[in-house]
């Protein structure tokens, strides 16, 4: 069966550091990846997407960039990070198309 | 991009109840799906519905599909405390904010 992971699942940083978050898929091959931004109790923002390795598309311009260095691998960056860049962050996979995704458990961020 | 607008924001029942929570648009949908939320985790897919007028049932659950696709609505019958969470409709990509939905045991 298939399952996707998030790590970590909690994260403190202060503004102007660093970030990485990273999303791994078991159990298919050649998924389609996507990272999303959730604000409290709120709908979902999409981020990145990709359809393969090293294939990334950015839907919203920011100081975050993706990564897919391998097929079920995809990661989330940034260099320097904003206070506005707290919230909760999912990965999800889908095979044929975006009708049928299925999320990880979710990275929450908060940026002090 | 189509902005899907969901209504009421928040709906706070008690057990046995039941509860309609509502999501719209000014465009045409090609697909539309329903997603449930717990807190702390990620969304899980309910349902996709493809057809005008579609009506699709999952337990005490019963989606419906606009006539025209621009609407679609979720009915949940007798409400348990297990129902509990955020149920977002969304279309592919584009995520409506979605209805917190509290039911009170």
């Known amino acids: 069966s298939q399952t996707i992971h998030q790590w970590p699942a909690t994260l403190v940083q202060p503004v102007g550091s660093p970030l990485s978050l990273e999303c791994t898929v078991e159990?298919?091959?050649?998924?389609?990846l996507y990272w999303y931004r959730q604000a409290a109790g709120r709908g979902l923002q999409l981020l990145f997407y990709s359809v393969g390795i090293g294939q990334i598309s950015s839907e919203v311009p920011q100081n975050l960039s993706a990564s897919r260095p391998q097929d079920r691998q995809f990661i989330l960056s940034s260099k320097k990070l904003l206070l506005s860049d707290s919230g909760f962050y999912l990965c999800a996979w889908s095979l044929m198309g975006p009708e049928t995704q299925y999320f990880g458990p979710g990275t929450r961020l908060l940026v002090l | 991009t189509q902005l899907l607008e969901q209504s009421p924001q928040f709906l706070s029942i008690q057990e046995g109840e039941n509860l309609t929570v509502y999501c719209n648009s000014s465009?045409?949908?090609?697909?539309l799906q329903w997603y449930r939320q717990e807190p702390g985790e990620g969304p899980v897919l309910l349902v996709t519905?493809?057809?005008?007028?579609e009506v699709k049932k999952l337990k005490r659950l019963t989606f419906q599909f606009g006539d025209a696709r621009k609407d679609s609505s979720l009915h949940i019958t007798a409400a348990q405390p297990g129902d509990t969470g955020l149920y977002l409709c969304?279309?592919?990509?584009?995520f409506g904010a979605g209805t917190t939905v509290t039911v009170r045991a």
């Open positions: 969304a279309n592919k990509l584009s």
């Open positions: 159990g298919t091959s050649n998924p389609n």
């Open positions: 519905v493809v057809t005008g007028g």
């Open positions: 465009s045409v949908f090609s697909s």
